[in-house]
């Protein structure tokens, strides 16, 4: 398996899904064997893995997608890589990104962009966009992103594949390269309900190197269609103005499939989510110009020459970070700057708050939320490269449920063909917190 991924990976070059691919590999599949000789049950047995360039795996570079970590090579696995690696899956590459997983398109990597096999013009989606890939185009069957405001099942949607974004505290966060801690988590991606649950089985679950982990034991299983009778869906009223037609048909014909299983499907409106994307790019930015203090030149990766030390750090991070990266430095500096706090950081918190208390009082009267995962499917490549705020507004459906922390399922549900290519559409699916389980069990219910 480990050799057919590798052979996969080497075929499927041109899509730039994978940035480096684990030198160790064959030797751990070999390592997996002899456990398995030895009598070990392993729920992933030689299963291949490839996991998102932000999340460390030992022995392999770990870029995080930027020239200024080219070369570092990781002295430890993140644990959702311990994890994966003692249950028997072999994770044989690591996946291209958005730089610092800052974006939706993956083409501001600086190992350039991924393609969407779906269309070689258009974007993946991201900041997870070679993770999705990696599975859409069959190079694995599991693969880790991490999303922060949607990076897991923006790409998702756009790739025609699951992605799930649990329950903030779900999976740990440790040996993941923190982008906005307040709102990082990792999340699988798979091609069925059953993938997703035999990895967040592994994955998911208390860990002591994560102050914010959750102890709540996984207990993840495909559903059948019993779970979709009875089930309270509500559709959120703001994410029906602003899509494709194709998105829209996809959304109608997936709740008229709700309803014919037994569903109930009616309105809810959200209205703070006309602030989300405002308020999470307002939390976003501090907490990464704080988090990405720490690339100086001086333990990580790349450094410039300079004539003293602050020349040194200081042009580290000029050639070392690229123009999005260094965009949210400085606007997340400024909003946390002495003056201008309260009127951005501490404001965005509280409307941080609003729309988690939306959440709560929605979940009183509904299981399951739904809106499109984007209101569009995958855009053309260079589309939305040259307007930042162009590029943040593909996450209009995304970004608030990090910012309640709530875990939220992408299920590829069809396609918009108005282009003349099919493009995949993906319907999120949103539930309380810690109610990870019964996405799975609905996606697996609509399989
Ligand atoms: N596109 C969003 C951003 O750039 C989300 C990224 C993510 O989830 N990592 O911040």
């Not at 590798?6 to 751990?28: F, G, M, W």
């Not at 756009?158 to 982008?179: C, D, E, I, N, Q």
């Not at 209205?271 to 989300?276: G, M, N, S, T």
Request: glycine residues 10%; hydrophobic residues 45%; proline residues 6%.
């Amino acid at each position: 398996l480990t050799t057919q991924a590798l052979t996969r990976i080497e075929s499927a070059r041109e899509l730039n899904a994978v940035v480096s691919v684990n030198p160790n590999a064959l030797a751990q599949a070999r390592a997996v064997q002899s456990r398995l000789e030895a009598g070990e049950s392993l729920p992933l047995a030689g299963v291949p893995v490839i996991v998102k360039d932000n999340i460390n795996v030992t022995g392999t570079e770990t870029t995080c997608g930027s020239r200024i970590l080219r070369g570092y090579v990781s002295p430890y696995d993140a644990t959702a890589a311990a994890r994966l690696t003692r249950a028997g899956a072999v994770i044989v590459a690591k996946a291209n990104m958005d730089e610092f997983a800052m974006g939706s398109s993956t083409e501001s990597s600086a190992h350039g962009p991924t393609l969407n096999p779906w269309g070689l013009d258009r974007v993946p989606g991201g900041s997870s966009g070679g993770s999705a890939v990696a599975v859409a185009a069959n190079l694995v069957d599991i693969s880790l992103g991490s999303d922060t405001g949607g990076s897991v099942r923006q790409p998702a949607a756009f790739t025609g594949v699951y992605g799930l974004k649990p329950t903030y505290g779900r999976v740990s966060r440790s040996g993941l390269v923190a982008y906005a801690s307040s709102l990082d988590q990792i999340g699988p991606f798979a091609r069925t309900a059953e993938d997703l649950a035999l990895i967040m089985n592994v994955i998911a679950g208390h860990d002591p190197l994560d102050a914010t982990s959750l102890d709540a034991p996984p207990t993840f299983a495909a559903g059948t269609p019993d779970d979709l009778r009875g089930l309270r869906v509500g559709v959120i009223t703001e994410s029906l103005a602003g899509n494709t037609a194709g998105v829209d048909s996809v959304l109608s014909a997936m709740l008229d499939a709700l309803r014919g299983a037994g569903a109930t499907v009616s309105e809810v409106s959200v209205p703070e989510l006309k602030y989300a994307i405002a308020a999470y790019y307002l939390i976003a930015m501090p907490e990464a110009s704080s988090n990405l203090a720490r690339f100086d030149g001086m333990v990580y990766g790349q450094r410039a020459a300079g004539s003293d030390l602050t020349e040194a750090m200081t042009l580290t991070r000029e050639q070392g970070f690229g123009p999005e990266v260094q965009r949210r430095i400085l606007i997340g500096t400024y909003a946390l700057s002495s003056g201008y706090y309260d009127a951005y950081y501490s404001k965005a918190m509280k409307v941080r708050r609003l729309i988690a208390d939306r959440f709560t009082q929605a979940f009183a009267q509904f299981d399951v939320l739904v809106t499109p995962t984007s209101p569009f499917p995958a855009f053309r490549r260079g589309e939305k490269t040259s307007d930042p705020l162009a590029m943040y507004a593909a996450d209009v459906d995304t970004v608030a449920i990090n910012l309640a922390g709530l875990p939220a399922l992408s299920v590829p549900a069809g396609f918009d063909t108005a282009g003349g290519v099919r493009l995949p559409v993906g319907i999120q699916f949103i539930a309380p917190p810690l109610q990870d389980e019964r996405l799975v069990r609905i996606a697996g219910g609509l399989e």
